[in-house]
C-alpha cells in the first residue's frame, strides 16, 4: 500500500479544500487519521463495514471491543442512540465537548459499532475538522484513538506518519494535540457512570451519581 497522503490544517483558515478531499477518500472506503478535541483519531465512514474492519487490523483490535463514532448534532445523535429526557439534558450541557457517552442503540446504529449490550458510544467534539467531515460526508464518521491497541497514543505529527503513514489513506494533522483521551460516561441507567477518566469536567457526574 501507498504512504498516507499528509495534509497539513490551519485551524485559522481551515477546511475548504482540504477536507473536501477528506471527506471524498472517506466516502471511497478509506480510513483517515483527524484531529480531535482530545487526540488524532483513527477514522471511516460507520457505513462501511470494510473500511471498520480495516481499522480494526491497523488497530490490532478485537471485534468483541466497540468503537465510538462521531455525530454533528443532538439531532443526529438520536438517529443511532435511544436518548432519554434525563440524557438529552445531560448531552446538551456537556456537548461540543471531550466527552464520548455510551447510550442504548437504535435500529440504525451499526452492529458492527455495538457492545455486547446493544450500546454505542457516541461524540460530538468541541473541533472543527470532525465536525465539518461529518457534515460534508453525510454520515458519521469512526471515532477511536490513531494507535496500535496496548501502545501509547501518537500525538505528533511526524509518529503518526511513521506508524501509521502505511496503513491509512489520508493524516490531517495540525501539530502535536494532548495525550488525554476523550472522558467515558454511560447514560444507560437512570444515573450516569464513569467508564473512563480522561478529559473534560467529571464534578457534574460524580455529584449527579
Known amino acids: 500500500m501507498a504512504r498516507a497522503q499528509v495534509l497539513h490544517l ?36 460507520i457505513t462501511s463495514k470494510k473500511a471498520i474492519e480495516r481499522v480494526r487490523r491497523i488497530k490490532g483490535r478485537d471485534a468483541k471491543n466497540p468503537m465510538s463514532f462521531v455525530c454533528a448534532d443532538l439531532t443526529h445523535v438520536s438517529q443511532y442512540a435511544q436518548v432519554s429526557n434525563y440524557a438529552y439534558r445531560v448531552l446538551r450541557y456537556c456537548l461540543p465537548g471531550p466527552y464520548t457517552f455510551v447510550l442504548p442503540a437504535t435500529r440504525e ?4 459499532l455495538q457492545g455486547r449490550q446493544q450500546t454505542v458510544g457516541l461524540r460530538i467534539p468541541d473541533h472543527p475538522v470532525p465536525l465539518e467531515l461529518v457534515r460534508l460526508l453525510g454520515n458519521p464518521i469512526l471515532s477511536t484513538s490513531a494507535n496500535r491497541s496496548g501502545q501509547e497514543v501518537l500525538t505528533r505529527p ?7 503513514g502505511g496503513e491509512v489513506d489520508l493524516i490531517l494533522e495540525c501539530g502535536e494535540l494532548p495525550v488525554l483521551a476523550s472522558s467515558v460516561i454511560s ?3 437512570d444515573r450516569p457512570q464513569i467508564l473512563r477518566e480522561g478529559r ?6 460524580r455529584v449527579e451519581g
Open 109 to 112: 446504529a451499526p452492529r458492527l
Open 200 to 205: 473534560g469536567d467529571l464534578s457534574y457526574f
Open 158 to 164: 511526524e509518529d503518526l506518519e511513521r506508524d501509521l
Open 187 to 189: 447514560l444507560v441507567g
Open 10 to 45: 490551519d485551524l485559522e483558515h481551515l477546511l475548504g479544500r482540504l477536507l473536501g478531499r477528506a471527506a471524498e477518500v472517506l466516502r471511497a472506503g478509506g480510513v483517515i487519521v483527524y484531529p480531535t478535541d482530545t487526540i488524532y483519531g483513527l477514522g471511516c465512514d
